[in-house]
């Protein structure tokens, strides 16, 4: 167990190396000279120069990314080009924001797609499931931002049940939170909750198939108690890697509902700075972003053995 | 059943294709040239679906925009079939660390979605169609890659390799003989979910400014417009999103559609 | 000097952290015109022996020696002697024909070896195809279908078509007839044996059923884990088995028992 | 122009010793004001970079200056009492107003102003500040409440300079942290700023004085102008400070509910052409050699229906101008029927100058009204025989490089927000490429002149490039305003100083 | 055919099953078990032995259309929901599946899915449980109970998870325990081992037992009496002695024939059902 946790934490290292780089790399690859955008029109070449030297831009590649590496190790995500604020105290108001619309979106998918997955595909030749499986496919065909602003309009503007956009931090208010995070946590939800609903409904359709769920049958168990005594852990395994990859757009997704509701996270930092050019910032989000990510995947990895005695035993033998 | 879906999907698809070949040679009006009409108008005659906020026949533009949604997917996914296809296949025939060592790196690779690349890229490079289809289409060869793998794996594994080896086939032919050809259904089917894919990334970058011009007609360049007449002319954001979720749909259910249809064990489950 | 010499062949699997020792230190050999016949239990290393002995992977230590010539280890573009010589049957008809292709382009795959043909010399391919498949029992228009057109046991014909296509000298069946009903197996076994006796091939036969051995083989190895424990002519391990594991092979075979 | 809108309260700016006039008001209940605005400030030093929603947000509001500029556009004393002039125009002597106090209490006194100009001039401050600040080449504080500072020559912008940004007198002591913190003298303090989504503003208790109206403005900021709207719709806001999409402006036309206001701006909307120019030292742009005759700049500028295509962009809301010049601007003048909309002619013009077969790259910055623009335009241009090419580029970063820097453009499309920008075509190496000796010496007798000399010479220099055609002026942004019923006292017209001045407005 | 005895354990009559709008797979079946009977089905790959098995035990996929009779105890089983057949399966009929490699559900330890089925039906007390379950592991042939029940299946050898899935299955003492071809997976040494347990416990248990095997020398040797389906119908019936030795259907006689490799000279050419078949069909 020991053993397999240290090699995973190697790959999961590795990886962000790996990760980093190709970050580093193609923002590095900017046509055009950032510090004359950054000054803006009217700059001299004296101020130009002096700006290139206070960016670094002027030093070897290899340099600036063993640089950037370090500092970030230490914390420093380095000062947007433009604000001059480090960057990590602009993204620290954020995360939460990003993080209670992720966890929250994800949660809610889990909790529509598992009930509704299981319907699909039990019930897969009869109504309910032929109905529950229509309707995943129509909500996945729906663009994310589409369903945002209908949202908006029926809650927010016509019928004013719920802010149509903003962000109130927790500490500050609880119940205006809650409030201001209903509609796009729901849109987020459901979104990727009829993407999941797919991968349960064939996760279950899988064990369904299995002898052992048979085999669970044969000896007393109804269908439903069936899956859910045998199906839900092994459908777990595929289920798990589906979540780590899902997760990953949810977080890509939670950047366009930002956008739609004015959320400040760190989805909407990252196209401001996208906006504004400043490839500091973006680049720090970046990292943030696929370091959770890869985060994920290593923590998906290490929950198969905790659910799968097959690879448990491996470890012992 | 399966076949129903297979069936509306590729009727959806044939529609979203028709409707790009028409506009080749046929629109109502002139789907780029502005203030040629009123703008804003509700669906009526002789603007059918009614028009846009710079005058332009919505119709017309529905219908040149299919072109945009096909030529987004298929350059998209021709990125990531073309790469990804022949990877995968290389990194089933790899030693046990060099496939390892190409299948961690497609990890990491998955840890950069496609919109992240996108917007990614266009901070970089600027926002276009063009840099959205290569962000989209780079985003998506990991996917190729486990695919074809897995795929070529279960085929290297087979017996009529192992009989084909032994009649001293050489391994090009193998690929291309054997691997290939039946691996191509599970290409087909990632294929087609990834153009689903593309499609709705592309417009979700539009919507952001991200992808494609404005000059161009884009569904989600369209839809992305829209949305500020939302309120009032609620019509507008309609017609782009209903031909975003048709066609979007169509490709879903065809790469469904194909897998139930090809997964005998699906077909035949308790 | 025999067809095959095999000398200490061993051969490791390594998965992850686990290593199998799936050969251990075989030698055997088989001479021209035999018909051996190879028993044991699943994971004994059956197949593990053949396919080194057909040279379709490299052993961890020892030699094959086919025709005089060392095969293991060779690269691929060397061993064109050998793979015109000898063919494989394999066991499941469903797997070892591919799906997507022709039962005409299957049965002249070998042909259309670079390897193959530099040692053949050209043969006319869809006459030799015709031939072949007249040969196992199969209509002349099989040649245009595809395999799932095809039953269990048509399915065996055509995987024997494509071994005998090359005009080979050894046949290797492994679990040749092992996934067939009782009733399909005894027309490929028939059809085997027959084409065995009428071109004069060497023949490994291999299987776990020992009652299909006995009646196919005069010659048997019995294996276990990796190892060879027993080998003589099949009547004598049937009725004297002296390794203590054949015997309770033999014993475990299911007789026809009355119960009334 | 704007009285009628104008606050029955009195301005922000006291009177000496206003300290204690008027009653604060009950205390029960917060007053909240809550502003939609679009561009958020990257930082809270306004004076940091060149972009407007700094002193948007903060200006006159949280920082004040030593004058300011009113609803109207003219100068008044704010932390200055009164200020003098010598007579070659190079010396000015500010009188502070004594009561004048930072938010943490500390005076406003001449040193700190002092100490402020000198950080313009060589602190990490805007470019564009310095150069205002240029002139600027010795201050002396002459006692506690009197400052004088030196010119290098008469400066007619100057002191407008002053009401901007550029003389924002923030507390010395908060110079370090000016990026995330604010120390200024203004009526209002930051409460907490909240980045991606607002800026809270508080009451300042110690304001010297009269105290604000509202013990909470927040500016709330929107990328999207749909969100804007539907905050707004929904009863969330109370202003929209400047309507992004004015197709929008009909859903605001229940008038029980909301006010619209529209105003002016400093903005002109312009098509660039590249004159190709190639002044020495300036990388050589690559425009299409046709555009340097002036038939073929008339014949695009008489191509396009400029109603028309203001009515496309902007829904109507605007005015056509013909210069680079609006209508607040002291030297305007109607120039918009000069070269009025007549394909025929152009055509004529085209033919006479053997350009019959004109191809342009038409690049226009990935901006909403640029973009639509130039659908409208290349469409236009396609009428008289001009094939265009749309190319967008990247807004700011690749558009600024290419066309900006570089000039390689033919015709691109953007707004110039900054005031009094004519001066603009006298600079060569500016990306119009427009090398004019008359416009140049017009421009720099304007600067050094008196007043009047100023505006005739800024008049003589908009009229010579409009006969030249140099640019397409497109039209003047709109200040589109929306408030919710009830709210007063927002100023029509935006102006240079940028602010969106909220001491004059009051919520019934 | 002899007219089928009545009143016995397992009544099938005119059991007839279709998949959608497919041909039928088993058509007009009758088959019947008494208490303690063992029976034995065999027949070619896709003759419908598997499906029979399953439309007795109601674990038919729901495409599957399902008339005619079958009678459990006198009770009515076709039409039955789910929930009612829950309660029969695994008490008064259990059955053994053909893959023991599969039929364990990996992620709970054996003795924990043989538990189950006692505590579904039997006693929710986990302790007695327990005990019960030990004990049926004893039976089918385990020297150390605990050890196998507190281990997951991967840790099991094939013939090590059968004994379980046997056990699995007989833990209840069912009247009626059906084996789907309970050892064509495994190796001859360990299907020795597991039909002799699977003898005894029957034996024991006193359960009567549908065998479907396509190895005739193993049906020889576990029943009395064996039904021989081709193409979803019983060709023929009787008692074991009589089939094996004197079969009457073509068919029949073919398939045993070729079955007997014991009887013929090495090297012959083998009897084929064709050989059977081709006058009399
Ligand atoms: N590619 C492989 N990688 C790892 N282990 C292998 C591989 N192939 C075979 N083995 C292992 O080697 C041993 C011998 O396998 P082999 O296939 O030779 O047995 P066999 O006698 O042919 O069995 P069967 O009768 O089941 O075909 C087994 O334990 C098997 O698990
Ligand atoms: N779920 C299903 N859907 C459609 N057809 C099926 C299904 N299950 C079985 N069949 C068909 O029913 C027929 C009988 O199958 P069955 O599994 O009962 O054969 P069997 O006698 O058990 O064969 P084997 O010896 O190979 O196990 C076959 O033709 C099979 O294809
Ligand atoms: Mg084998
Ligand atoms: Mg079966």
Same mark, same amino acid.
């Given at each position: 167990?020991?053993?397999?946790?240290?090699?995973?934490?190697?790959?999961?290292?590795?990886?962000?190396?790996?990760?980093?780089?190709?970050?580093?790399?193609?923002?590095?690859?900017?046509?055009?000279?950032?510090?004359?955008?950054?000054?803006?029109?009217?700059?001299?070449?004296?101020?130009?120069?002096?700006?290139?030297?206070?960016?670094?831009?002027?030093?070897?590649?290899?340099?600036?990314?063993?640089?950037?590496?370090?500092?970030?190790?230490?914390?420093?995500?380095?000062?947007?080009?433009?604000?001059?604020?480090?960057?990590?105290?602009?993204?620290?108001?954020?995360?939460?924001?990003?993080?209670?619309?992720?966890?929250?979106?994800?949660?809610?998918?889990?909790?529509?797609?598992?009930?509704?997955?299981?319907?699909?595909?039990?019930?897969?030749?009869?109504?309910?499931?032929?109905?529950?499986?229509?309707?995943?496919?129509?909500?996945?065909?729906?663009?994310?931002?589409?369903?945002?602003?209908?949202?908006?309009?029926?809650?927010?503007?016509?019928?004013?049940?719920?802010?149509?956009?903003?962000?109130?931090?927790?500490?500050?208010?609880?119940?205006?939170?809650?409030?201001?995070?209903?509609?796009?946590?729901?849109?987020?939800?459901?979104?990727?909750?009829?993407?999941?609903?797919?991968?349960?409904?064939?996760?279950?359709?899988?064990?369904?198939?299995?002898?052992?769920?048979?085999?669970?049958?044969?000896?007393?168990?109804?269908?439903?108690?069936?899956?859910?005594?045998?199906?839900?852990?092994?459908?777990?395994?595929?289920?798990?890697?589906?979540?780590?990859?899902?997760?990953?757009?949810?977080?890509?997704?939670?950047?366009?509902?930002?956008?739609?509701?004015?959320?400040?996270?760190?989805?909407?930092?990252?196209?401001?700075?996208?906006?504004?050019?400043?490839?500091?910032?973006?680049?720090?989000?970046?990292?943030?972003?696929?370091?959770?990510?890869?985060?994920?995947?290593?923590?998906?990895?290490?929950?198969?053995?905790?659910?799968?005695?097959?690879?448990?035993?491996?470890?012992?033998? | 059943?399966?076949?129903?879906?297979?069936?509306?999907?590729?009727?959806?698809?044939?529609?979203?294709?028709?409707?790009?070949?028409?506009?080749?040679?046929?629109?109502?009006?002139?789907?780029?040239?502005?203030?040629?009409?009123?703008?804003?108008?509700?669906?009526?005659?002789?603007?059918?679906?009614?028009?846009?906020?710079?005058?332009?026949?919505?119709?017309?533009?529905?219908?040149?925009?299919? $072109?945009?949604? !096909?030529?987004?997917?298929?350059?998209?996914? +021709?990125?990531? #079939?073309? /790469?990804?296809?022949?990877?995968? *296949? =290389?990194?089933?025939?790899?030693?046990?660390?060099?496939?390892?060592?190409?299948?961690?790196?497609?990890?990491?690779?998955?840890?950069?979605?496609?919109?992240?690349?996108?917007?990614?890229?266009?901070?970089?490079?600027?926002?276009?169609?063009?840099?959205?289809?290569?962000?989209?289409?780079?985003?998506?060869?990991?996917?190729?890659?486990?695919?074809?793998?897995?795929?070529?794996?279960?085929?290297?594994?087979?017996?009529?390799?192992?009989?084909?080896?032994?009649?001293?086939?050489?391994?090009?032919?193998?690929?291309? $003989?054997?691997? !290939?050809?039946?691996?191509?259904?599970?290409? +087909?089917?990632? #294929?087609? /979910?990834?153009?689903?894919?593309? *499609? =709705?990334?592309?417009?979700?970058?539009?919507?952001?400014?991200?992808?494609?011009?404005?000059?161009?007609?884009?569904?989600?360049?369209?839809?992305?417009?829209?949305?500020?007449?939302?309120?009032?002319?609620?019509?507008?954001?309609?017609?782009?999103?209903?031909?975003?979720?048709?066609?979007?749909?169509?490709?879903?259910?065809?790469?469904?559609?194909?897998?139930?249809?090809?997964?005998?064990?699906?077909?035949?489950?308790? | 000097?025999?067809?095959?010499?095999?000398?200490?062949?061993?051969?490791?699997?390594?998965?992850?952290?686990?290593?199998?020792?799936?050969?251990?230190?075989?030698?055997?050999?088989?001479?021209?015109?035999?018909?051996?016949?190879?028993?044991?239990?699943?994971?004994?290393?059956?197949?593990?022996?053949?396919?080194?002995?057909?040279?379709?992977?490299?052993?961890?230590?020892?030699?094959?020696?086919?025709?005089?010539?060392?095969?293991?280890?060779?690269?691929?573009?060397?061993?064109?002697?050998?793979?015109?010589?000898?063919?494989?049957?394999?066991?499941?008809?469903?797997?070892?024909?591919?799906?997507?292709?022709?039962?005409?382009?299957?049965?002249?795959?070998?042909?259309?070896?670079?390897?193959?043909?530099?040692?053949?010399?050209?043969?006319?391919?869809?006459?030799?195809?015709?031939?072949?498949?007249?040969?196992?029992?199969?209509?002349?228009?099989?040649?245009?279908?595809?395999?799932?057109?095809?039953?269990?046991?048509?399915?065996?014909?055509?995987?024997?078509?494509?071994?005998?296509?090359?005009?080979?000298?050894?046949?290797?069946?492994?679990?040749?007839?092992?996934?067939?009903?009782?009733?399909?197996?005894?027309?490929?076994?028939?059809?085997?044996?027959?084409?065995?006796?009428?071109?004069?091939?060497?023949?490994?036969?291999?299987?776990?059923?020992?009652?299909?051995?006995?009646?196919?083989?005069?010659?048997?190895?019995?294996?276990?884990?990796?190892?060879?424990?027993?080998?003589?002519?099949?009547?004598?391990?049937?009725?004297?088995?002296?390794?203590?594991?054949?015997?309770?092979?033999?014993?475990?075979?299911?007789?026809?028992?009355?119960?009334? | 122009?704007?009285?009628?809108?104008?606050?029955?309260?009195?301005?922000?700016?006291?009177?000496?010793?206003?300290?204690?006039?008027?009653?604060?008001?009950?205390?029960?209940?917060?007053?909240?004001?809550?502003?939609?605005?679009?561009?958020?400030?990257?930082?809270?030093?306004?004076?940091?970079?060149?972009?407007?929603?700094?002193?948007?947000?903060?200006?006159?509001?949280?920082?004040?200056?030593?004058?300011?500029?009113?609803?109207?556009?003219?100068?008044?004393?704010?932390?200055?009492?009164?200020?003098?002039?010598?007579?070659?125009?190079?010396?000015?002597?500010?009188?502070?107003?004594?009561?004048?106090?930072?938010?943490?209490?500390?005076?406003?006194?001449?040193?700190?102003?002092?100490?402020?100009?000198?950080?313009?001039?060589?602190?990490?401050?805007?470019?564009?500040?310095?150069?205002?600040?240029?002139?600027?080449?010795?201050?002396?504080?002459?006692?506690?409440?009197?400052?004088?500072?030196?010119?290098?020559?008469?400066?007619?912008?100057?002191?407008?300079?002053?009401?901007?940004?550029?003389?924002?007198?923030?507390?010395?002591?908060?110079?370090?942290?000016?990026?995330?913190?604010?120390?200024?003298?203004?009526?209002?303090?930051?409460?907490?700023?909240?980045?991606?989504?607002?800026?809270?503003?508080?009451?300042?208790?110690?304001?010297?004085?009269?105290?604000?109206?509202?013990?909470?403005?927040?500016?709330?900021?929107?990328?999207?102008?749909?969100?804007?709207?539907?905050?707004?719709?929904?009863?969330?806001?109370?202003?929209?400070?400047?309507?992004?999409?004015?197709?929008?402006?009909?859903?605001?036309?229940?008038?029980?509910?909301?006010?619209?206001?529209?105003?002016?701006?400093?903005?002109?909307?312009?098509?660039?052409?590249?004159?190709?120019?190639?002044?020495?030292?300036?990388?050589?742009?690559?425009?299409?050699?046709?555009?340097?005759?002036?038939?073929?700049?008339?014949?695009?500028?008489?191509?396009?229906?400029?109603?028309?295509?203001?009515?496309?962009?902007?829904?109507?809301?605007?005015?056509?101008?013909?210069?680079?010049?609006?209508?607040?601007?002291?030297?305007?003048?109607?120039?918009?029927?000069?070269?009025?909309?007549?394909?025929?002619?152009?055509?004529?013009?085209?033919?006479?100058?053997?350009?019959?077969?004109?191809?342009?790259?038409?690049?226009?910055?990935?901006?909403?009204?640029?973009?639509?623009?130039?659908?409208?335009?290349?469409?236009?241009?396609?009428?008289?025989?001009?094939?265009?090419?749309?190319?967008?580029?990247?807004?700011?970063?690749?558009?600024?490089?290419?066309?900006?820097?570089?000039?390689?453009?033919?015709?691109?499309?953007?707004?110039?927000?900054?005031?009094?920008?004519?001066?603009?075509?006298?600079?060569?190496?500016?990306?119009?490429?427009?090398?004019?000796?008359?416009?140049?010496?017009?421009?720099?007798?304007?600067?050094?002149?008196?007043?009047?000399?100023?505006?005739?010479?800024?008049?003589?220099?908009?009229?010579?490039?409009?006969?030249?055609?140099?640019?397409?002026?497109?039209?003047?942004?709109?200040?589109?305003?929306?408030?919710?019923?009830?709210?007063?006292?927002?100023?029509?017209?935006?102006?240079?100083?940028?602010?969106?001045?909220?001491?004059?407005?009051?919520?019934? | 055919?002899?007219?089928?005895?009545?009143?016995?354990?397992?009544?099938?009559?005119?059991?007839?099953?279709?998949?959608?709008?497919?041909?039928?797979?088993?058509?007009?079946?009758?088959?019947?078990?008494?208490?303690?009977?063992?029976?034995?089905?065999?027949?070619?790959?896709?003759?419908?032995?598997?499906?029979?098995?399953?439309?007795?035990?109601?674990?038919?996929?729901?495409?599957?259309?399902?008339?005619?009779?079958?009678?459990?105890?006198?009770?009515?089983?076709?039409?039955?929901?789910?929930?009612?057949?829950?309660?029969?399966?695994?008490?008064?009929?259990?059955?053994?599946?053909?893959?023991?490699?599969?039929?364990?559900?990996?992620?709970?330890?054996?003795?924990?899915?043989?538990?189950?089925?006692?505590?579904?039906?039997?006693?929710?007390?986990?302790?007695?449980?327990?005990?019960?379950?030990?004990?049926?592991?004893?039976?089918?042939?385990?020297?150390?109970?605990?050890?196998?029940?507190?281990?997951?299946?991967?840790?099991?050898?094939?013939?090590?998870?059968?004994?379980?899935?046997?056990?699995?299955?007989?833990?209840?003492?069912?009247?009626?325990?059906?084996?789907?071809?309970?050892?064509?997976?495994?190796?001859?040494?360990?299907?020795?081992?597991?039909?002799?347990?699977?003898?005894?416990?029957?034996?024991?248990?006193?359960?009567?037992?549908?065998?479907?095997?396509?190895?005739?020398?193993?049906?020889?040797?576990?029943?009395?009496?064996?039904?021989?389906?081709?193409?979803?119908?019983?060709?023929?019936?009787?008692?074991?002695?009589?089939?094996?030795?004197?079969?009457?259907?073509?068919?029949?006689?073919?398939?045993?024939?070729?079955?007997?490799?014991?009887?013929?000279?090495?090297?012959?050419?083998?009897?084929?059902?064709?050989?059977?078949?081709?006058?009399?069909?």
């Amino acid at each position: 167990m020991f053993r397999q946790l240290l090699g995973r934490l190697g790959i999961f290292l590795l990886s962000l190396v790996a990760a980093s780089f190709a970050i580093f790399v193609i923002t590095q690859a900017l046509p055009g000279d950032v510090a004359a955008v950054i000054l803006g029109h009217g700059a001299t070449p004296e101020q130009l120069a002096a700006k290139r030297a206070e960016l670094g831009t002027d030093r070897p590649f290899l340099v600036q990314y063993l640089e950037w590496v370090t500092a970030m190790l230490g914390g420093d995500f380095g000062r947007s080009w433009f604000s001059h604020l480090p960057v990590t105290t602009l993204m620290a108001p954020r995360l939460g924001v990003t993080g209670s619309l992720v966890s929250g979106g994800l949660l809610l998918a889990v909790l529509i797609a598992l009930p509704l997955g299981a319907v699909a595909a039990l019930r897969r030749r009869q109504w309910p499931g032929l109905l529950t499986s229509a309707t995943a496919q129509v909500g996945m065909a729906i663009p994310a931002f589409w369903a945002g602003i209908i949202l908006v309009f029926v809650f927010g503007v016509l019928l004013r049940w719920l802010p149509p956009n903003g962000y109130v931090p927790l500490g500050r208010d609880p119940g205006r939170w809650a409030s201001h995070l209903v509609l796009p946590v729901v849109t987020l939800g459901v979104i990727q909750a009829a993407v999941l609903v797919r991968y349960v409904r064939s996760a279950f359709l899988e064990v369904l198939a299995e002898d052992y769920y048979r085999t669970a049958r044969s000896i007393g168990w109804t269908k439903w108690r069936a899956l859910s005594r045998h199906g839900i852990r092994n459908a777990s395994l595929s289920l798990v890697t589906v979540l780590g990859l899902q997760l990953a757009s949810v977080i890509v997704g939670a950047i366009v509902i930002e956008r739609v509701f004015v959320l400040p996270g760190l989805g909407s930092l990252l196209l401001d700075a996208v906006a504004t050019n400043d490839l500091v910032v973006v680049r720090g989000i970046t990292m943030v972003l696929v370091f959770a990510v890869l985060l994920i995947n290593a923590a998906v990895d290490i929950s198969y053995v905790l659910i799968d005695p097959r690879l448990r035993a491996r470890e012992a033998s | 059943m399966k076949r129903a879906e297979l069936w509306v999907g590729l009727a959806l698809v044939t529609a979203v294709v028709a409707m790009a070949l028409v506009s080749f040679v046929w629109t109502p009006f002139d789907a780029t040239a502005v203030g040629s009409g009123p703008r804003l108008q509700s669906p009526g005659l002789p603007h059918v679906l009614g028009t846009d906020h710079m005058g332009i026949d919505i119709f017309s533009r529905i219908l040149v925009g299919a $072109r945009s949604a !096909l030529y987004v997917g298929i350059i998209a996914v +021709g990125i990531a #079939a073309l /790469v990804g296809v022949p990877l995968g *296949i =290389l990194a089933a025939w790899l030693p046990r660390w060099g496939a390892e060592a190409m299948m961690r790196a497609t990890d990491v690779a998955y840890a950069f979605p496609a919109l992240l690349l996108a917007i990614l890229l266009a901070a970089v490079f600027g926002a276009s169609t063009e840099t959205a289809m290569v962000a989209i289409g780079i985003a998506t060869i990991p996917a190729f890659i486990r695919v074809t793998r897995a795929g070529a794996l279960s085929v290297l594994a087979s017996d009529y390799v192992l009989a084909a080896r032994a009649a001293g086939t050489p391994a090009p032919a193998i690929a291309v $003989r054997h691997v !290939l050809p039946n691996v191509a259904h599970l290409i +087909g089917v990632q #294929a087609s /979910v990834s153009f689903a894919m593309a *499609i =709705l990334a592309e417009a979700a970058l539009s919507y952001l400014g991200l992808g494609t011009p404005p000059t161009v007609p884009s569904w989600g360049r369209m839809l992305g417009d829209a949305q500020t007449y939302l309120f009032g002319h609620p019509t507008q954001a309609l017609w782009p999103g209903l031909a975003i979720a048709a066609a979007v749909l169509g490709f879903n259910l065809v790469g469904d559609g194909l897998r139930d249809f090809l997964d005998p064990k699906l077909r035949e489950v308790a | 000097m025999s067809l095959f010499e095999v000398e200490h062949l061993t051969r490791v699997y390594a998965t992850g952290r686990r290593r199998v020792l799936a050969l251990d230190d075989v030698s055997l050999t088989v001479e021209r015109g035999q018909r051996l016949g190879i028993v044991g239990e699943s994971g004994s290393g059956k197949s593990t022996l053949i396919r080194l002995m057909a040279s379709l992977d490299k052993p961890t230590s020892g030699t094959v020696r086919f025709d005089g010539r060392v095969v293991s280890g060779v690269p691929e573009r060397d061993l064109g002697f050998l793979r015109a010589s000898v063919q494989l049957v394999l066991q499941d008809p469903r797997s070892s024909l591919n799906p997507r292709m022709r039962v005409g382009s299957i049965v002249a795959e070998p042909l259309r070896s670079p390897l193959i043909r530099r040692e053949r010399r050209q043969v006319d391919q869809r006459a030799r195809v015709r031939e072949v498949l007249d040969a196992v029992g199969l209509p002349a228009d099989s040649a245009d279908r595809y395999p799932h057109e095809f039953s269990g046991g048509q399915r065996q014909r055509i995987a024997i078509a494509r071994a005998l296509a090359p005009s080979p000298e050894v046949l290797i069946a492994d679990e040749a007839v092992s996934a067939l009903d009782v009733s399909v197996r005894a027309q490929v076994l028939n059809l085997l044996m027959g084409l065995v006796d009428d071109l004069g091939l060497t023949l490994l036969f291999v299987s776990h059923d020992l009652a299909v051995v006995r009646h196919v083989c005069p010659d048997a190895v019995v294996m276990q884990a990796g190892r060879i424990v027993e080998s003589g002519p099949t009547q004598r391990l049937f009725s004297a088995p002296e390794h203590p594991y054949t015997a309770r092979l033999v014993a475990a075979i299911p007789a026809f028992r009355s119960r009334s | 122009t704007g009285a009628g809108q104008q606050a029955p309260a009195p301005s922000g700016a006291p009177t000496a010793g206003a300290t204690s006039a008027a009653p604060a008001p009950a205390p029960e209940e917060t007053r909240t004001l809550v502003i939609g605005a679009t561009a958020e400030p990257q930082t809270l030093d306004p004076t940091a970079t060149d972009a407007a929603a700094g002193p948007q947000a903060l200006l006159y509001n949280v920082y004040e200056t030593l004058v300011r500029l009113d609803a109207a556009g003219d100068l008044k004393p704010l932390l200055a009492q009164a200020w003098d002039v010598t007579p070659d125009r190079l010396t000015y002597t500010f009188r502070l107003n004594p009561a004048a106090q930072f938010s943490d209490g500390t005076p406003v006194d001449a040193e700190a102003v002092a100490k402020n100009i000198e950080r313009i001039q060589t602190g990490t401050t805007a470019p564009k500040l310095k150069n205002q600040m240029e002139v600027v080449v010795g201050t002396e504080v002459v006692d506690a409440t009197t400052l004088d500072v030196t010119l290098s020559r008469p400066s007619v912008t100057w002191l407008f300079d002053m009401a901007g940004a550029a003389g924002i007198v923030m507390n010395p002591e908060g110079f370090d942290a000016a990026g995330s913190e604010t120390a200024g003298s203004g009526p209002l303090t930051l409460d907490r700023w909240t980045p991606g989504d607002s800026i809270a503003l508080k009451r300042n208790d110690a304001y010297w004085g009269t105290p604000a109206r509202f013990d909470e403005v927040t500016f709330r900021y929107f990328k999207d102008p749909n969100a804007m709207n539907a905050s707004m719709l929904s009863g969330q806001l109370d202003i929209i400070s400047n309507l992004q999409a004015p197709e929008t402006i009909d859903q605001f036309s229940d008038e029980g509910r909301f006010t619209i206001i529209e105003g002016s701006t400093e903005g002109e909307v312009t098509m660039a052409i590249n004159n190709g120019a190639a002044p020495e030292g300036v990388p050589a742009g690559t425009g299409n050699p046709a555009l340097q005759d002036v038939r073929v700049r008339k014949a695009i500028t008489m191509a396009i229906d400029r109603r028309a295509l203001l009515d496309t962009v902007w829904h109507g809301k605007g005015t056509l101008i013909g210069s680079m010049s609006v209508p607040t601007d002291p030297y305007y003048e109607d120039l918009a029927d000069l070269h009025p909309y007549d394909p025929e002619e152009a055509k004529r013009l085209l033919a006479e100058a053997g350009h019959e077969n004109l191809t342009l790259r038409l690049r226009p910055p990935t901006l909403p009204y640029a973009t639509k623009a130039a659908q409208f335009i290349a469409s236009q241009l396609g009428a008289v025989g001009i094939t265009v090419q749309v190319e967008e580029l990247q807004f700011p970063r690749q558009w600024i490089d290419t066309a900006m820097t570089n000039a390689d453009y033919d015709l691109t499309i953007v707004s110039h927000v900054e005031p009094r920008d004519v001066a603009t075509y006298a600079n060569p190496a500016y990306y119009w490429r427009y090398d004019n000796p008359a416009v140049q010496e017009a421009v720099r007798k304007a600067g050094e002149g008196t007043i009047e000399e100023y505006t005739t010479e800024m008049r003589n220099a908009a009229r010579i490039i409009a006969e030249d055609a140099a640019s397409v002026w497109l039209f003047a942004l709109p200040n589109l305003v929306v408030t919710k019923e009830g709210v007063t006292g927002v100023a029509e017209n935006a102006n240079s100083s940028l602010s969106f001045d909220v001491t004059t407005i009051a919520k019934a | 055919m002899s007219a089928p005895a009545s009143n016995g354990l397992l009544q099938v009559r005119d059991l007839t099953v279709a998949f959608g709008r497919h041909a039928p797979v088993v058509r007009g079946l009758d088959l019947d078990v008494a208490p303690g009977q063992r029976l034995g089905i065999i027949g070619e790959s896709g003759s419908g032995k598997t499906v029979t098995a399953l439309a007795i035990m109601g674990l038919l996929p729901d495409n599957a259309r399902v008339t005619g009779s079958i009678r459990l105890d006198g009770q009515e089983l076709v039409g039955l929901s789910d929930r009612q057949l829950s309660r029969v399966r695994g008490d008064t009929m259990s059955m053994i599946f053909q893959e023991p490699m599969t039929a364990l559900d990996p992620t709970m330890t054996a003795g924990r899915q043989v538990a189950e089925a006692f505590r579904l039906h039997r006693d929710r007390d986990a302790g007695r449980a327990r005990s019960a379950v030990l004990e049926m592991l004893g039976a089918v042939g385990f020297d150390d109970p605990a050890r196998i029940a507190d281990s997951y299946p991967h840790q099991l050898s094939g013939g090590q998870r059968q004994r379980v899935v046997t056990a699995m299955a007989l833990v209840n003492r069912p009247e009626l325990v059906i084996c789907d071809e309970p050892t064509t997976a495994l190796d001859v040494t360990v299907q020795a081992t597991v039909l002799r347990v699977l003898d005894e416990v029957l034996d024991a248990v006193g359960a009567g037992c549908l065998f479907i095997s396509h190895d005739l020398a193993v049906v020889s040797q576990l029943c009395s009496d064996v039904v021989v389906m081709l193409d979803g119908e019983a060709v023929e019936r009787g008692t074991a002695d009589r089939v094996f030795n004197e079969p009457q259907h073509p068919y029949a006689a073919g398939l045993v024939a070729t079955a007997r490799l014991d009887l013929l000279e090495p090297g012959t050419r083998l009897p084929t059902v064709a050989d059977h078949v081709r006058g009399a069909r």
